[in-house]
């Protein structure tokens, strides 16, 4: 069942997601070759807890971390721990806050100092393809068109896109109705609607879209060991268009 919010939710949503959008902020400031993954999970909890804000992700089906981390190949879902950043790594960060009882989730990948231009390429290309996504989100269009956009970015460039995994509705809860895909065909799907908040997020790989799970039932990786890139907002259907609630600034559409 999707769940139409109002303008005041949306706006109760919107508070979540600036504490989440600060704590991408000050994580992406301390992303440098040495600090390890568990450093960045403790910045992030502190950060959000000091805002009245809550992790969503802790303890989520027992998740052990504030923040999911994505090295390299590693897809999503990465438990943070003592693995340390290397130069020419990038680094997928994954967030979710609760404020007021709000959801907000996004995620963004980030150099680790400087990296080759195919990653450079990958990441442009998957945060593009982002914001693509978004422009499609307008009332009376239908969830097909943001997934046919977002995979259309993908093939143009010659990347996997990642089917196993996709975005979501969002709200009281981290995962609600309806489901949004990264592939799809464009005028197919629920007509998107007033008051409907989506978490779109895309994932390209350099190589295969296929995924594997780690051992620890968690991380997910690449099947060919190839990079993998991982964007995210929390995002709002108004009557002027998509409305991201997970960036310090107030794009519009």
Known sequence: ???LKSPEQIDLMRRS???LAQTHAKLRELVRPGITTLELDRAAEEYIRSQGAIPSFKGYQGFPGSI???INDVVVHGIPGSQRLEEGDIIGIDIGTILGGWHADSAQTIPVGEISQEAQNLLATTERALWEGIAQAQPGNKLGDISATIEEVAKKAGYGVVRDLVGHGIGTKMH??????NFGKRGRGITLRV???I??????????H????DSDNWTVRTADGKLSAH??????ITASGPVPLTTLGEERF
């Not at 296929?210 to 799970?213: A, D, K, S």
């Open 1 to 3: 069942m999707i769940i």
């Open 17 to 19: 997601g600036k504490v």
């Open 68 to 70: 999911c981390v994505a």
């Open 176 to 181: 609600e109705d309806p489901q949004v895909p």
């Open 195 to 197: 008051g409907m908040t």
């Open 199 to 208: 978490a779109i997020e895309p994932m390209f790989n350099l190589g295969t």
């Open 210 to 213: 296929r995924v594997v799970l």
């Open 231 to 236: 964007f995210e907002h929390t995002v709002a």
